[in-house]
């Protein structure tokens, strides 16, 4: 079949001819949503700029700023904008988001700012590469850009978490501090305490937003004005957040969890959304007329709308099989250690060892040992041989996380690498990984109130989340037909989990067991 003008390539992969017919069909039959799960190398990113070129404007939604990267790399035609911080002042040795001209103070050199001409650029094209957080932020409350006729989202799985990110509150006694606002937290004396220091806090900050707002003016110093435009900034974040809160909590729209925490700024109290379904078409779903949903893992489709608040019949969901040879990509499950809470401490040693076993197996070859914490990560890293031990990469924290992977994906040796935290958007094709491992049975951790609450009401969800890492670490190395890896899945619990998830498991996940 010859390609349409609109598609980007001379040629089309297998299932994408079929996918974009389909998609096409159910939005001219009126379906609002077209989900399309697709697994990795199918071509998602093709299908998404296609039907975007094809429709009168665009957005395409990626989950992180290296992916809108690589989409405007591959399709120059598409505007890239990201958030102001991303782009550097011309007049001031900052970056855009702290430049002079958001104090009233411009420059002949502010009319080629490169975030403006960014911006412009990208409300002017037909398709606008953006990332979720800038999206709902720019969308919801910085205003500039319309409605348009077409939503794509990549990694459409992780849409739920970019909105439960986005509509959080956390309130941290250090940080009213540094806006001015000296106010101790109420005791924890129950959840609608902390509704009620919410509900008093918000004409507070409102106060203090409008009072810094006046004095922008008798500032003389250049720097402190700036300062001060930065804590105005997040007082009005603040105050647009706890006012979605109280009118959703007040409603019954959305229920909420409270946690206390302690930090570097201090005690603080985190609301978090247990669902974000009542969210979605205000938030996200509202700024376009229909929307094109892509992923690896949709796995389980009612659970996945359900949790996103669209209704069945308004959706058609599409699946591409996979095209890479099976005997490539083989997934031997070998039982190793039993890593429930009960077991963790006592088994972990012979974790380590199964570990210590591959890797003298894969001898010459890079690999990733996906460990699921950073317990895990730091004794498996502290407890292989000699023999073994040089060639790990690993990292403590988030922060040293970027650093990592540099390492590994840079080092001409035969590296390992270890973490708890690169299930996705990470790409270890050929000889950046010729094996991996899955330590753990990846359950989402029931110590997070948000989690247990979302699982107590729906266990469906819990499953889903689970399996949808499985899948999402497994895609990590191999990336093309041609390419080839082996994923060992080591939890002694996963003979048992892979036959209870059998109806989320993808055909081509299940034909790759060994």
Known sequence: MVPSASFPFPDYRPGQAEALERAREAFAEGKRFVIVEAPTGAGKSAVAVTLAREAPSAFIITNQKILQDQYVQDFPDLALLKGRANYDCLVAPTHAGAAPCTVGQRFPACDECP?????????????????????????????????????????????????????QVVIAEGALLRAGLQRA??????????????????????????????????????????????????????????????????????????????????????????????????????????????????????????????????????????????????????????LTRHYLDRDLPLLAQAVNHLALQHEYEKGVVHAHSYKIAGFVAKHLSSEVAWRVVTHETAAGR??????????????????????????????????????????????????????????DWYDWRTTLSVVQAYGRSVRSETDSAVTYLLDADFPNFLKRQQRRLPDWFVEALV
């Not at 992780?158 to 909105?163: D, P, S, T």
């Not at 951790?445 to 729906?458: H, S």
């Open 115 to 167: 975030y403006f001409t960014a911006k412009d650029v990208a409300m002017a094209a037909n398709v606008a590469a953006l990332n979720y957080a800038y999206f709902l932020a720019e969308l919801n409350y910085s205003g500039g850009f319309s409605s348009r006729d077409l939503l794509v989202l990549d990694e459409a799985h992780n849409a739920e978490g970019a909105l439960m990110n986005f509509v």
């Open 185 to 338: 937290l109420p005791p924890d004396l129950g959840d609608e305490l902390a509704f009620e220091f919410a509900e008093l806090l918000l004409p507070e900050l409102r106060a203090r937003a409008t009072e810094l707002e006046r004095g922008f003016k008798d500032v003389g110093n250049e720097d402190v004005a700036l300062q001060q435009l930065r804590v105005k900034q997040w007082l009005d974040g603040q105050a647009e957040r706890i006012m979605l809160l109280l009118d959703s909590h007040g409603a019954g729209e959305v229920d909420w969890v409270v946690e206390r925490r302690r930090g570097h700024d201090g005690p603080s109290i985190v609301f978090k959304p247990v669902e974000v379904a009542a969210l979605a078409e205000p938030y996200l779903f509202g700024h376009a007329r229909r929307v094109l949903m892509l992923s690896a893992t949709i796995l389980d489709a009612r659970t996945f709308l359900r949790s996103l608040g669209i209704d069945e019949d308004e959706a058609e969901v599409i699946s591409v099989p996979s095209s890479f040879p099976p005997e490539n990509r083989p997934i031997v499950v070998r039982p190793a250690a039993r």
């Open 402 to 459: 970027d650093a990592a992977l540099a390492k590994h994906l840079s080092s001409p040796e035969p590296t390992i690498l270890v973490t708890p935290s690169m299930t996705e958007g990470i790409d270890l094709a050929e000889d950046l990984a010729r094996w991996q491992v899955l330590c753990k049975v990846p359950y989402p951790y029931l110590g997070d109130k948000q989690v247990a609450a979302r699982m107590e009401r729906d266990r």
